[in-house]
């Protein structure tokens, strides 16, 4: 089986207010939420990374060093999520493609296994999503076939990308994964505090 050609699109251009700080330059098993994400998403099988900023681009983008990705600006960042994942489909190469996993900057916990293992899916059933699913709850990050492309490009503002995941929910492979981190969305300090306990958990209870 070969695997198909899949592009990352990692969404980074929120303002984080409730955080209070970019939620992209976190720290996280040493590096930056970003750099973590960016890392994993190279030593994958995925094919290329763009990265799309908006809120303080160019502070994170100065502190993100060694990234392995494309940086792209939305300047419509505002606008909401779906405006930043439109950015970042756009300054892709749509026709050669056969899908983009969508990666948000405040779910971390993503690894190499995890994204190699959505991609093996969707390259055999070559469906229109791929989902992550741990205990009976659906996780990120989100294949994309290239099928929804369109619908993604003229999905409505107010609903975003949930418009297209809905209209082909017939047609949607849900992985069940053996990750809790799949679920794992840092939104807030408390949020935040609790992945570094959690964090701090694992290591030491490492053999």
């Known amino acids: 089986m070969s695997l198909a050609n899949v592009a990352a699109v990692v969404l980074a251009a929120g303002k ?4 209070g700080q970019p939620k992209a330059l976190l720290n996280f098993h040493g590096r930056s939420f970003l750099q973590h994400i960016c890392a994993e998403i ?3 099988q995925l094919t ?3 990265v799309v900023l908006g809120h303080q681009a160019k502070m994170i983008q100065n502190r993100a060093a060694g990234v392995p990705a494309r940086f792209e ?3 419509q960042y505002e606008q909401g999520q779906l405006s930043s994942l439109l950015c970042g489909l756009k300054s892709l190469p749509l026709s050669s493609l056969d899908g983009a996993m969508l990666f948000l900057v405040d779910h971390p916990e993503v690894n190499r296994q995890l994204i190699d293992s959505l991609l093996t899916r969707f390259s055999q059933k070559r ?3 791929v989902i992550p ?7 990120h990050p989100v294949i994309f076939g290239a099928r929804t492309f369109g619908d993604l490009l003229a999905a409505p503002p107010e609903q975003g990308a949930v418009f297209v995941v809905r209209k082909y929910r017939d047609e949607t492979e849900y992985l069940e994964v053996q990750e809790p981190g799949v679920l794992v969305d840092v939104d807030t300090p408390e949020d935040y505090r609790s992945l570094l306990a959690a964090q701090s958990t694992e290591e030491t209870t490492k053999p």
């Open 16 to 19: 984080s207010e409730r955080m």
């Open 127 to 129: 469906c229109a999503l």
């Open 133 to 139: 699913v741990f205990g009976g709850r659906k996780g």
């Open 48 to 50: 290329e990374c763009v």
């Open 42 to 44: 190279a030593a994958s």
């Open 73 to 75: 600006f939305n300047r």
